[in-house]
């Protein structure tokens, strides 16, 4: 591990390495939130790009990750590929994409992903499935033939991090640990070697 190396190209070039060696979802990240309280929660999403202003994610703002980076707008995440025996963590604070943005990653969805993301209050209580499929039924006839736009309600985030550790696995559990850490978006980067 080059520890001299810009942590968000290497955590770039980790992931490509993953997408040719890991068959299953290598973009899967878990991602941690809080809610008002500071009651921590966690679940999958996936990364969709990492760039030199962060990593960026998109989901429904009214799902509960939503309304939690809405009340406290930082979290974590971490990514795992045991394939390649390696994890990636990351926190740091969250903001909301523009919509340009959000326009136009969601143009790049395979269109039931597009419907489904119509169709679904993620995270509101569901009576019955079929209240869920009637919905998608009803929104396939209403997009039919046209492109579908994002719902207002769908956005994506983006991960500034001021933290960011690679860790490799090692023999004897003797684990190669690098943290990269700032003092803030946009400062420079500071190295430490981590005991496993």
């Known amino acids: 591990m080059d520890a001299s190396a810009s942590p968000l190209e290497l955590f770039q070039a980790w992931l490509d390495e993953a997408r040719k060696a890991c068959p299953d979802n290598p973009d899967a990240i ?9 009651t921590p929660d966690v679940r999958y999403v996936l990364l969709k790009r990492i760039s030199a202003e962060g990593l960026e994610f998109f989901t429904n703002r009214a799902s509960s990750k939503g309304r939690q980076l809405e009340a406290r707008p930082h979290a974590a995440l971490a990514a795992y590929w045991r394939e390649l ?11 909301e994409l523009p919509r340009e943005r ?6 790049t969805r395979r269109r039931p992903s ?5 169709a679904s209050k993620q995270s509101a209580e569901l009576a019955a499935a079929e209240e869920l499929r009637e919905r998608l039924a009803a929104l396939e006839k209403k997009f039919a033939g046209q492109d579908v736009p994002p719902p ?14 690679f860790w490799q696995e090692g023999d004897a559990r003797l684990h ?4 990269y850490s700032r003092i803030e978006a946009g400062a420079a980067w500071t190295t430490r070697r981590l005991q496993p």
């Open 176 to 179: 190669e640990r690098v943290l």
């Open 102 to 107: 959000v326009a136009e990653y969601f143009a």
């Open 114 to 118: 597009q419907l489904g993301a119509w």
């Open 152 to 165: 207002e309600h769908w956005t994506g985030y983006r991960m500034q991090p001021l933290e960011i550790e």
């Open 30 to 38: 878990a991602l941690a939130t809080a809610d008002a309280t500071g």
């Open 85 to 95: 025996g390696r994890q990636v963590r990351a926190r740091g604070p969250v903001d």
